[in-house]
C-alpha cells in the first residue's frame, strides 16, 4: 500500500500555512521529508523569506539539499508552524512520537509552536494507542527508569539497539526505551506518571494537540482534520 501520491498533494496544500517572513519548523520522517522538499521548490518560485528549524540530522540534510535557511531552535522565541509526521494518532488527537528518536527536539519545537500541522497516513490513526511508546532517557538512570516503569506499569520497557547489540544513541547523547504498555486507554496519566521518574527526559507521548491534521489515503487522496 503506497501513500507517496497523497503525501506529496497534501504537502502542497500544507504550503497555505507557509507565510513570508515565518520561522518553519521540520519535523522528521518519511511525510516530513516529502513536505521539506515541497518547501523547498516553493521558496525557490516563490522567493519566499523563511527561517527553518530542523528537529534532527535526518532532515537538516534534506533541508540543506533543498538549500532552506537553517537556524537553531535556540535562536527564536517562538515558532510559527511546525510541519510533523506522527507514529500514531489516537481518538483524543494524541500522538505517539519518537520512532526515529528525535522526540525530544520535536516537543520542543511544538511547545514553541504557534501551530502545529501533522501529515500521517491512514494507517497511523487509531482509537487508542496499542504501540510501543519511546522514552528518551539518561544514560546512567537506564537500569533505574527500566525498573520504576516496571513496577509502574507493569511493562518490560527495552533498550533501543542497533545492529550487533549496540545501544541507540539519540543526537542528544541519550538512550531510548521502547515500552509496550498494550491498548493505552489514558495517554496522558500515562505520560505524567512516566515523566515524574528521574533520568526520563522526554516521552513519546505528545498531549499537545495539533492544529491541523493530513490524512494521507491509499487512492491517492487526503482528508484534512482541524
Do not use: W
Request: net charge positive; proline share 4%; hydrophobic share 40%.
Amino acid at each position: 500500500m503506497s501513500f507517496d501520491s497523497a503525501i506529496k498533494a497534501l504537502s502542497l496544500d500544507a504550503l497555505k500555512f507557509v507565510k513570508d517572513d515565518h520561522v518553519i519548523g521540520l519535523g522528521s520522517g518519511r511525510a516530513a521529508s516529502t513536505f521539506v522538499k515541497t518547501l523547498s521548490r516553493f521558496v525557490k518560485t516563490q522567493s519566499s523569506k523563511i527561517k527553518c528549524v530542523p528537529t534532527s540530522t535526518q532532515i537538516k540534510l534534506v533541508a540543506e539539499k533543498g538549500n532552506l535557511p537553517l537556524i537553531e531552535v535556540d535562536q527564536v522565541e517562538y515558532i510559527d508552524v511546525v510541519f510533523d509526521g506522527a507514529d500514531q494518532i489516537d481518538k483524543n488527537k494524541y500522538l505517539i512520537k519518537g520512532g526515529g528518536g528525535a522526540l525530544l527536539r520535536e516537543n520542543i519545537l511544538m511547545s514553541l509552536a504557534r501551530k502545529i500541522v501533522i501529515l500521517a497516513d491512514e494507517t497511523k490513526f487509531v482509537n487508542n494507542f496499542n504501540r510501543s511508546v519511546p522514552v528518551e532517557i539518561l544514560p546512567i538512570a537506564r537500569r533505574g527508569v527500566q525498573s520504576q516503569i516496571k513496577r509502574l506499569t507493569g511493562s518490560s520497557p527495552s533498550l533501543r539497539e542497533l545492529e550487533r547489540g549496540y545501544a541507540f544513541v539519540t543526537e542528544n547523547g541519550n538512550f531510548i526505551l521502547d515500552c509496550n504498555f498494550g491498548v493505552i486507554k489514558n495517554p496522558k496519566s500515562l505520560q505524567q506518571r512516566i515523566l515524574q521518574i528521574p533520568g526520563v527526559l522526554e516521552v513519546g507521548i505528545f498531549t499537545k494537540k495539533p492544529d491541523v491534521i493530513y490524512k494521507a489515503k491509499s487512492n491517492g487522496k487526503f482528508d484534512v482534520l482541524t
